[in-house]
């Protein structure tokens, strides 16, 4: 186990977990912005990872796979319109969108990423 760390480890999950070059994160949501718009929402997660990649030592242009959950999939273009401006155009990832209903009302959208170190 001594190969495998844990960052933001809670007693049911962590944010994310680094094993070897490869960095997993849970499902992030907006806690600021929750009740918010998708854009805002968007905004705050996409901050999150960028914090939880720099944790663990990569960033976004690493990252490998993204899938996004939104609540209403007619919100996936207002989701692109932040996610085009925060996404490295030289290394875009293999993405999923897909319409799911979300822990609570508040949350709009969810997002969890596979990252390389």
Same mark, same amino acid.
């Given at each position: ?24 994160? =849970?499902?992030?949501?907006? &806690? %600021?912005? @929750?009740?918010? +718009? $998708? ?5 705050? #997660? ?7 990649? =720099?944790?663990?030592?990569? &960033? %976004?242009? @690493?990252?490998? +796979? $993204? ?5 209403? #999939? ?44």
């Amino acid at each position: 186990m001594s190969d495998i760390r844990r960052i933001g480890a809670g007693p049911r999950m962590s944010k994310a977990v680094v094993r070897g070059n490869a960095i997993y994160t =849970a499902g992030q949501v907006a &806690e %600021k912005t @929750k009740g918010g +718009s $998708v854009a805002d929402q968007t905004r705050e #997660i996409l901050g999150l990872i960028d914090e939880l990649l =720099a944790e663990a030592g990569s &960033e %976004k242009a @690493k990252i490998l +796979s $993204v899938t996004i959950y939104l609540s209403d #999939i007619s919100t996936f273009a207002e989701m692109n319109g932040v996610w085009d401006v925060w996404v490295d155009k030289d290394n875009p990832p293999a993405r999923a969108t897909v319409e799911a209903r979300l822990v609570a009302p508040d949350y709009k959208v969810e997002i969890a990423v596979i990252a390389a170190k």
